[in-house]
């Protein structure tokens, strides 16, 4: 079993929809981070989270450590946050998860 | 401010060869990290080097090397390319060592032929 899971793996919603992508962990950890890679391989840090909640224009991210879980909110979908989404955890390294691909459909 | 550049951004061997990988971070980050990222594994962590000194190497042969030189600037080296070696590989750079706020940069895309 991964250290580190995401759901769903592939998520196709219309514009405008409310996006949620889950991220599960076994290990402990120091900080979670969310990472947003488009194609063309470029990664961008979305949040870094140790606890609670972050907001970053149309982005949440949430963490519960107590149930090691975080989730990753989009409100208002565009078709321009199409991209693949990575959750990666903080523990001595970075451990990643195996991506959420979202597709936004005009 | 500049952003994290990889040189070269792609790159063709041959197996048996090696290949050096090269990063140079954000201005006044001192830690570099090194990513390799393939379609099957995902990403894995290669191993992440502060003030000269690697802190942590993740579970790849010993043909994966890297260095941190005095300015923060990075290498990476595989010796002995197999076909598997072939990947994305990226390098991040933070300020401090440890889970801080990566910043990545465009990576370089090698081929094993």
């Known amino acids: 079993k991964n250290e580190v899971e995401q759901s769903p793996q592939n998520l196709t919603a219309q514009e405008g929809e409310f996006i949620t992508i889950n991220c599960s962990y076994s290990v402990g950890i120091s900080a979670l981070h969310w990472l947003q890679q488009h194609p063309g391989g470029g990664i961008v840090s979305l949040f870094m989270l140790s606890s609670g909640k972050k907001k970053h224009g149309r982005l949440i991210a949430t963490i519960n450590i107590q149930e090691k879980h975080s989730s990753l909110h989009i409100t208002a979908s565009h078709p321009r946050d199409s991209a693949v989404y990575i959750c990666?955890?903080?523990?001595?390294?970075?451990?990643f998860g195996q991506g959420t691909r979202l597709t936004i459909n005009p | 401010k500049a952003g994290v550049t990889q040189t070269p951004r792609y790159l063709i061997k041959t197996r048996g060869q090696q290949v050096t990988l090269s990063c140079s971070p954000i201005s006044g980050h001192r830690s570099v990290s090194w990513y390799q990222q393939t379609p099957g594994q995902g990403l894995q962590f290669l191993f992440e080097y502060f003030s000269e000194t690697q802190r942590n190497k993740g579970n790849f042969p010993g043909r994966f090397s890297g260095r941190q030189f005095s300015n923060s600037r990075s290498e990476m080296n595989v010796s002995t390319l197999e076909l598997g070696d072939s990947a994305l590989y990226l390098c991040?750079?933070?300020?401090?060592?440890?889970?801080?706020?990566?910043?990545f940069g465009p990576g370089t895309r090698l081929t094993v032929t």
């Open positions: 991040a750079s933070s300020r401090e060592a440890g889970g801080y706020e990566q910043y």
């Open positions: 990666a955890v903080f523990a001595q390294k970075l451990v």
